[in-house]
């Protein structure tokens, strides 16, 4: 996106949104960033893939200055071990056409800061499998250093991790019992049980879980027949779309669809929405919700966003399917989810008080809910007026999802925490006109603008300086590719949400500066 775009006016903003959503039907499976550690797994497990040397060569060009890879507070650690361990791998086989005495540097400078971090006590984020894909990282990496006899200490576990439940696991995967649908998408952690697994099979376009890591796992060496194929297929043509690096997650077509039109309808941009795309995002929703993609299970996120979408966009859709990720008084990503999400529960209310601005007559239906909704999600605000979430590191996306539902929908009792969140965003805009957690970056800026622009308050002269600020900021911004923020394995970027969030922003502040 070319930052000019953002300093014309709505009219021109329009036309920016309405030529993003036309690139999601030209690129159905998801514009996302290349992960670390999901292509470390690749040069790891699938060698004889197309792209082998890129992949090498995207791990030694990404590497930090300090040896790490990834982002601080902890979201380095699984990362630099994958992206360390398929190092080593490609050593420890010899691989053809490798620079060795480069590698040999990158992998030695992976180890110190591994060790570092290892030997002192690590705050980690809550990441999808980190207490499992840590451990099978740091048996693979100490095996390596056995056959190269480097002379180096076994890397010890994280304090409060060890290596029990990921023997139960493998040994479950090896018996063909059936694995949970969201397993799948790291089965990469099953280690050699992973290959040829009974009872697992790629889905129709040839994916397992979603995760090219997944897939490479389950193909192995060795698999044939139809599935192999199939399986071979779809990691070939990740690879080509992406150019040797590979995403933690594709596809991820609901999610993205669902996400670029809240964001954009939400903010009043008059986009042409295609029909045929609205179809498909209903079409996704069956009795148990949707998935992100091909390969998830259904999770009540994607769902909600979904719901929220066909409301908003007139086409409301019963949200039956919610009720089963209903946890008491809030919803959990999935049924039996450990650990909880703000921005999931700020969804469903989303998707339960659209659907009844839409649908009147089902209000006694969802009035309880929703009320317990927003009194949880208000309770469960950080103590600066802030939310932080398991899903994404920043806390301002955290927030904008869950002021912009309470102001929405949770009425007057949680008015007072959406107007305590807007406050933190105006204490903590950065000199420059952004927000973010470690830096200022667009994506951020956008949340934070939505928050002053979108929820009660939204004409007071501060909120309307500070977005002012913001989009001036934005304007000036490089035009780069956003920074990985979103939680999977490791963290990624959703390019088309991040700029939808952008333009839905640029919008609002626009169209405020026109009014004023």
Not at 30 to 56: K, M, N
Not at 206 to 227: F, M, N, Q, Y
Request: charged share 20%.
């Amino acid at each position: 996106m070319n930052p000019a775009d953002l300093t014309t006016g709505p009219e021109d903003l329009t036309a920016v949104a309405n030529d993003l959503i036309a690139s999601l039907m030209l690129r159905p499976w998801g514009q996302v960033s290349p992960s670390v550690y999901e292509t470390g797994r690749l040069v790891s497990l699938a060698p004889w893939l197309t792209g082998h040397g890129e992949r090498i060569g995207y791990l030694a060009r990404t590497q930090r200055p300090d040896g790490s890879w990834g982002a601080p507070d902890g979201y380095g650690l699984v990362p630099t071990l994958s992206a360390t361990e398929g190092v080593l791998a490609a050593l420890t086989r010899g691989d053809p056409g490798i620079d060795r005495a480069r590698l040999l540097e990158t992998a030695e400078r992976g180890l110190s800061v591994l060790g570092g971090w290892l030997a002192g006590r690590l705050d980690l984020p809550d990441m999808p499998a980190i207490e499992h894909i840590v451990p099978s990282l740091v048996a693979l990496i100490n095996q390596h250093l056995d056959a190269l006899g480097a002379g180096h200490e076994p890397l010890p576990l994280p304090e409060g991790m060890n290596y029990d439940t990921l023997t139960l696991l493998r040994e479950w995967v090896k018996s063909g019992a059936e694995v949970p649908e969201k397993l799948l998408h790291a089965l990469e952690i099953a280690g050699a049980e992973a290959a040829g697994a009974p009872g697992i099979r790629p889905t129709v376009i040839g994916t397992i879980g979603a995760s090219p890591a997944a897939t490479a796992a389950w193909l192995g060496r060795s698999e044939t027949g139809a599935d192999g194929e199939s399986a071979r297929r779809h990691l070939e043509d990740v690879v080509r779309l992406h150019g040797g690096p590979v995403p933690v997650g594709l596809p991820i077509t609901v999610f993205e669809r669902s996400w670029v039109l809240s964001w954009l309808v939400r903010a009043g941009v008059p986009v042409e929405v295609p029909p045929e795309m609205l179809a498909d995002i209903r079409a996704a929703i069956g009795p148990e919700g949707t998935p992100a993609g091909y390969g998830l299970p259904p999770d009540a996120d994607t769902t909600s966003v979904a719901l929220y979408t066909l409301a908003l966009a007139g086409v409301p859709y019963e949200p039956d399917c919610l009720w089963r990720f209903r946890s008491g008084t809030h919803f959990a990503t999935w049924p039996g989810e450990q650990g909880t999400s703000v921005s999931v529960n700020a969804h469903v209310l989303d998707a339960f008080g659209q659907y009844v601005a839409r649908r009147p007559g089902a209000a006694p239906r969802y009035a309880e809910t929703i009320a317990d909704l927003s009194a949880w999600i208000a309770e469960r605000r950080e103590p600066n007026g802030s939310w932080t979430d398991r899903w994404h590191a920043s806390p301002y996306y955290a927030t904008a999802s869950c002021a912009l539902a309470l102001d929405a929908f949770g009425g007057p009792a949680v008015a007072p925490a959406v107007a305590e969140a807007a406050e933190w965003v105006l204490a903590t805009q950065r000199p420059d006109g952004s927000w973010g957690r470690w830096e200022g970056t667009a994506e951020e800026t956008a949340y934070a603008m939505q928050v002053l622009l979108l929820t009660e308050g939204r004409a007071d002269p501060r909120r309307v300086a500070a977005a002012d600020r913001g989009l001036a900021c934005l304007a000036g911004s490089t035009g780069g590719e956003h920074p990985p923020l979103w939680h999977d394995k490791d963290l990624y970027a959703p390019f088309a949400i991040t700029r939808a969030a952008i333009i839905a922003s640029s919008y609002l502040a626009t169209r405020t500066a026109v009014v004023s």
